[in-house]
């Protein structure tokens, strides 16, 4: 069985290497002329550093990351709602880490380099569509990029939030759905704060703030900071802004009137946000869930089938399990068919609950909930919201989402089971 997987991106890369692994012969065709390190910082939970840990990436990322110890949620002006360990200090066998995109999409591409040779990444393929024959299924690409076309026995699409090969899936399919929330995203060293590995979310339906160190600094006591700040200035349904608008330049001059909103007083925000040389907007979208993944033998994966809002650090978690359920499906699957359809039906019910919980904002509605109730702050939590109620909204949603101690501990270590072909 040969897999061609259509885009280069985190999940595209690891879905290689998740394959490569279980002895799966695959190529990656990639858009872009080359790959680069872009981005700012994402969260990768322990489900899915498991997952990364069984084809032996951990060392490679423990390098580049910053192993998250504590994660804070509070309101906008700084009071603690909820506090608790994450990673190993939480119990699990394996770090959350904080990391750079960019490091990340680093780590995964030289491990494809290395397991695939050079040959595994085809670079400059623009994917225009998809055809299907008896026996296989056949990536076409923009006229003057190096190939025409690709044949194989599958096809997998990790060809993000735009994917061409789900347009194609569902020609008449609606378009993004934007929450009314702008995101204004940015990385910058600066001094520790607190003990260097804490992530702090602050602010709830309106204002927020993301925080946390994703990388060493160039000397002691200093980190590369990723931060977030998030606004809502329209509503929930409204037209998603045009995709030319997506990912361009931020000006302090939109964005500093919102930072001027929090009164978080680990760090000196506005201060950040000004050391900022490079930062960059983008609006909150995510899409209804697909009715199905699959067409024939072509699969969507990643934020190709669920692109989901930003909250409870899943995004980059859910496309990686993703890719290792896959793997464990077309590994010895007799009729590729057959295992494209094991795989949707795994995962496509357990990504929807959980766009449709990031829809009502994950375990950060714990931080709705409270200003909710005390817009102007509170005395007493526990008079407001009781410990129960706000263990409720976040652990709830870590059980649902499957990333609970108990559930990660005890999930059989794919690595060990079907082996890592270096």
Not at 188 to 199: A, I
Not at 266 to 286: G, I, K, Q, W
Not at 376 to 398: N, P, Q
């Amino acid at each position: 069985m040969k897999v061609n997987i259509v885009g280069g991106g985190i999940c595209g890369l690891t879905t290689a290497l998740m394959l490569h692994a279980r002895g799966v012969p695959c190529q990656v065709f990639e858009a872009s002329h080359q790959l680069r390190e872009l981005g700012v910082g994402i969260n990768v939970l322990p489900h899915a550093i498991k997952e990364l840990a069984g084809i032996g990436l951990l060392p490679a990322l423990d390098k580049v990351a910053i192993r998250t110890r504590e994660l804070i949620y509070a309101t906008r002006n700084g009071q603690e709602i909820w506090r608790e360990p994450r990673g190993l200090d939480a119990g699990f066998d394996v770090p959350q880490f904080s990391i750079h995109r960019g490091h990340l999409h680093a780590v995964l591409h030289n491990a494809v380099i290395e397991r695939l040779g050079a040959e595994g990444i085809v670079c400059d393929q623009r994917c225009i569509g998809y055809s299907q024959t008896e026996g296989g299924a056949v990536v076409h690409f923009a006229e003057g990029a190096r190939m025409a076309s690709a044949a194989s026995d599958i096809v997998i699409a990790a060809d993000g939030i735009h994917s061409t090969i789900r347009k194609q899936m569902f020609p008449g399919e609606a378009g993004l759905k934007w929450n009314g929330v702008m995101m204004w995203r940015g990385a910058v060293e600066s001094d520790v704060f607190l003990d260097g590995r804490t992530m702090i979310v602050a602010g709830g339906f309106t204002y927020k703030l993301v925080l946390y160190p994703i990388a060493s600094g160039s000397k002691p006591g200093r980190v590369l900071n990723n931060w977030v700040v998030t606004y809502r200035p329209g509503v929930e349904g409204a037209p998603a802004p045009r995709r030319e608008d997506w990912s361009h330049k931020g000006t302090p001059e939109d964005l500093m009137p919102h930072v001027e909103k929090f009164g978080v007083e680990v760090v000196d925000l506005a201060a950040l946000v000004r050391a900022t040389d490079v930062f960059f907007e983008y609006p909150m979208c995510d899409r209804d869930p697909a009715p199905y993944w699959t067409d024939g033998r072509v699969a969507l994966i990643g934020d190709a089938a669920h692109p989901m809002y930003p909250v409870g650090s899943n995004g980059a978690s859910q496309a990686i399990i993703d890719a290792r359920v896959l793997a464990d499906q077309l590994a010895g699957a007799e009729h590729g068919r057959a295992a494209l359809a094991a795989y949707e039906a795994i995962r496509l019910p357990a990504t929807a609950e959980i766009v449709r919980l990031n829809r009502l904002g994950g375990p950060e509605g714990v931080i709705d909930e409270v200003e909710r109730r005390a817009p102007h702050g509170f005395g007493d939590l526990d008079a407001i919201i009781s410990f129960a109620e706000r263990e409720a909204i976040v652990r709830g949603y870590a059980a649902k989402a499957g990333f609970t101690t108990q559930q990660v501990n005890r999930a059989e270590n794919p690595g060990s089971r079907e082996g890592t072909r270096q």
